[in-house]
């Protein structure tokens, strides 16, 4: 049985927003506070330039394509109802203005059209039993199943040894879970900003970032299997 979701470290993601502090920054906003414009340019236009980046030929062309954004945001702030999280609202506008560049440009394409290497099975089969096992029909075989690593991997991420390795095997990614997976891991995007910036629906958004996740974890295997997977030790207890 495969598990549905196999979990990796790849970067500390920001923490999910609470509705009441994003209704207090949406007030603050309205007032003019310029602390709290300076508190989200500065916390989301990096993140905001990597999606840019996505859709558009040039680094120079994301950067326009950001300012616009700040632009029509302060614009369109008393516009804003709250149906979403403002940062939700926010990457709404960002990507419809990323797009209509990248149109201009001739690199969009549909999103759709991009790698769709998202097909068949997210673990080799052959870590697992054949339906005719006498005791656990498609379970982990004991060669295949999860071993823990030599060092917690949560802390390994931060060498630069393992972040160069996670790094690598993200750009090895399919484009489509490569994109996913960086906005949620990386940016820290919650899963409706995610569907909302790439407009595909929460069931894909959901079956990509496993799949990412499922190879960056098979990454961190391999590099911590490099002299063969950790001895099992079996606690007896009395």
């Excluded at 394509?65 to 702030?77: D, K, M, N, S, Y």
């Excluded at 080799?124 to 006498?134: K, Q, T, Y």
């Excluded at 690598?168 to 994109?179: H, I, N, S, V």
Aim: hydrophobic share 40%; with cysteine; proline share 7%.
């Amino acid at each position: 049985m495969v598990p549905e979701q196999v979990e990796v470290a790849v970067a500390v993601a920001v923490p999910p927003e609470d509705a009441r502090p994003d209704d207090q920054l949406v007030a603050r906003l309205r007032a003019g506070d310029p602390d709290a414009f300076v508190e989200i340019v500065d916390g989301w236009s990096s993140t905001m330039l990597r999606v840019a980046r996505s859709f558009v030929s040039t680094e120079a062309s994301a950067e326009e394509i950001v300012q616009e954004t700040w632009l029509a945001v302060v614009r369109g702030l008393d516009g804003f109802e709250g149906r979403s999280s403002l940062r939700t609202w926010v990457f709404r506008i960002l990507s419809n203005l990323a797009k209509t560049r990248g149109v201009r440009e001739a690199r969009t394409v549909p999103w759709s059209s991009l790698s769709l290497d998202d097909e068949g099975p997210t673990v080799d089969p052959d870590r697992f039993r054949g339906p005719d096992d006498d005791r656990w029909p498609g379970h982990w075989t004991e060669a295949g199943q999860p071993q823990p690593w030599h060092t917690s991997p949560v802390a390994s991420a931060i060498g630069g040894e393992i972040r160069q390795m996670l790094a690598a095997a993200l750009q090895l990614l399919p484009d489509r879970q490569r994109t996913v997976v960086s906005l949620r891991d990386i940016h820290g995007l919650s899963a409706e900003e995610v569907c909302t910036t790439l407009g595909i629906s929460a069931a894909n958004q959901r079956v990509l970032l496993h799949r990412a996740r499922a190879r960056l974890r098979s990454a961190l295997e391999e590099y911590y299997y490099q002299d063969g997977p950790p001895a099992v030790t079996v606690e007896v207890t009395s």
